[in-house]
């Protein structure tokens, strides 16, 4: 590709009758930069076309896998039907390895190393290098780490692996965190490329001698990575996927998965200055931290810390208006749900106004019962989620 651009740019040099070295070789390097872009764009191209394309195939389902890759099509794989998520080993795996349940592997890989923590801490880079091994972008997270490390054998390329992850997290909802995806060894700074891959795995140490998505060929793998992120009712889980091509027929897959641990009841609640920032991005806030008798509107002695810092922050915030809203579970009658919302939300202002001096005028209580999930009610965890008190930013 670089002798094609320079004999463009020499052409072109000799038809414009340029004959000065500088100017020569400024054109020349801008013509390459142009090259360079249109591959890159002709890349990510192929990247959402193969996404597109995939065929999704049930787990289990070999002869679908069979004759779609006889058609030359990528094949993405999929719970059947019905089915909740659930740990897959293979033939070839690494003793007593599973796939992790949020994330199928690609056809045909193998796992050649696994390993579990249940509570880890985990950096996810999310910003190009700015300095010798150093990126000033970070995500960081904490729960249960999960890591699996594969190996494809065979014609796929690492592109295509890229695809087919990327297109499973996005049908899954998956909001995106950094990505980025070379065809060729590259030391750009930009996330995905080789020496981007090394710094984030210095913060992510890989097993010695067990991978090889740092190994081989220097100046013709390619790689990539991609990050992303999901609130379910059980917590955030955040997934982070590296590729690179080890050699002409092996892919190497790095899959880590964290699943942030819910933080026991009762022993945090919210801050005042984290509530501030949600208000200003968001016009809301769920009052973490308040706790009421069971089926009943009478706060507990456990909900003093939350509204100490709630009417930390309305003191901060004193020339503006907010509006108290309870809501509930869809458990019960909706006429009941909504007057004990209504209840919950008085209490609270009740309460910030009697023992905490905040104007009456300021709190505005109202009751919507379950008509605002943020989750659904067909779990636990979702129901305790949707019975939650909010602060509204109010006109």
């Known amino acids: 590709m670089r002798r094609f651009a320079v004999s463009i740019a020499a052409a072109v040099l000799y038809l414009a009758g340029l004959s000065v070295p500088a100017v020569a070789l400024d054109f020349t390097d801008s013509l390459l930069g142009t090259a360079q872009r249109a591959v890159e764009s002709e890349l990510q191209r192929k990247v959402d076309q193969e996404s597109r394309r995939a065929v999704r195939c049930a787990m289990g ?14 094949v993405e794989l999929v719970e059947s039907p019905g089915r909740p998520a659930a740990g897959v080993s293979q033939p070839g795996d ?13 056809p045909g890989s193998l796992i050649k190393w696994h390993d ?19 990126i000033d972008e970070w995500t960081e997270a904490e729960g249960r780490l999960t890591r699996i490390y594969y190996e494809l054998e065979g014609e796929k390329t690492h592109t295509e692996v890229y695809a087919n992850y990327k297109r499973a997290l996005e049908e899954q909802g998956f909001e995106f965190i950094a990505q980025g995806l070379f065809p060729q060894s590259s030391r750009a700074p930009a996330i995905g490329s080789r020496s981007w891959l090394e710094v984030q795995y210095r913060r992510n140490e890989l097993p010695p001698g067990t991978t090889r998505l740092l190994a081989g060929s220097s100046t013709s793998g390619g790689s990539g990575f991609m990050a992303a992120r999901r609130e379910r009712a059980a917590g955030v889980i955040y997934v982070a996927i590296a590729v690179a091509q080890y050699s002409k027929d092996i892919a190497a897959i790095m899959v880590d998965v964290i699943e942030v641990n819910e933080v026991k009841t009762g022993l945090v609640t919210v801050n005042a200055e984290a509530m501030g920032n949600d208000i200003d991005e968001f016009g809301r806030v ?41 809501h509930t579970d869809a458990t019960g009658a909706f006429a009941y749900n909504k ?11 009740r309460e910030l106004v009697d023992r905490y001096g905040i104007k009456s005028s300021r709190l505005e209580g109202h ?6 999930p943020v989750f659904s009610n067909s779990s636990e965890g979702g129901r305790t989620k949707n019975r939650r008190v909010e602060l509204v930013e109010r006109p």
């Open 61 to 74: 389902d070999a002869a679908c896998v069979k004759a779609a890759e006889a058609r030359g099509e990528t």
């Open 116 to 134: 579990t923590q249940a509570f880890n801490p985990y950096a996810i880079a999310t910003g190009p290098i700015t300095g010798y091994r150093q």
């Open 339 to 349: 007057s004990l919302s209504e209840r919950r939300a008085a209490a609270v202002a």
């Open 94 to 106: 690494t003793a007593g390895a599973q796939d992790h349940p949020a994330v199928s592997r690609y």
């Open 286 to 326: 769920t009052l973490d931290g308040l706790f009421f008798d069971h089926d009943k509107a009478t706060l507990t002695p456990a909900s003093k810390p939350a509204l100490e810092e709630i009417a930390k922050f309305l003191k901060a915030r004193a020339s503006m208006n907010f509006y108290v809203v309870g």
């Open 367 to 372: 009751g919507v019962g379950p008509l605002v």
